[in-house]
């Protein structure tokens, strides 16, 4: 086999070798998903207006922009708002961003004060 031959084919296998990554998908909210962490984590609070937490029925009590900042949901982890039936609750940053999806789907973007 000639030396051409062969930078070919070692060419050609060195491309099919090829170390790239797959596109990155971006993750698309659940609103179905959000809708039920909602009910399950949020809801028995905010629609009781404990510690002055809007209810979804009430669009312009919230801050659009609060619930547009990244960890929102996690703080309210970390102050112990969050039911978790019972023991505390346990969310993973999908469930955070599929219930903010539900709430700013719920609340209206364009129905805020904010």
């Not at 000639?2 to 698309?28: F, R």
């Not at 996690?74 to 609750?89: D, T």
Request: hydrophobic share 35%.
């Amino acid at each position: 086999m000639s030396k051409i031959c062969i930078a070919s084919l070692l060419a050609m296998a060195l491309a099919g070798c090829s170390n790239t990554q797959p596109e990155h998908q971006v993750y698309q909210p659940n609103l179905p998903h959000g809708e039920a962490v909602y009910k399950g984590q949020c809801q028995s609070c905010h629609e009781a207006g404990k510690r002055n937490a809007p209810s979804i029925t009430d669009a312009e009590d919230w801050d659009l922009q609060t619930l547009s900042a990244p960890g929102v949901v996690q703080q309210h982890l970390a102050m112990n708002l969050l039911e978790g039936q019972g023991r505390r609750a346990q969310l993973t940053q999908y469930d955070e961003s599929d219930v903010l999806f539900y709430i700013r789907n719920a609340v209206g973007e364009g129905d805020s004060k904010y």
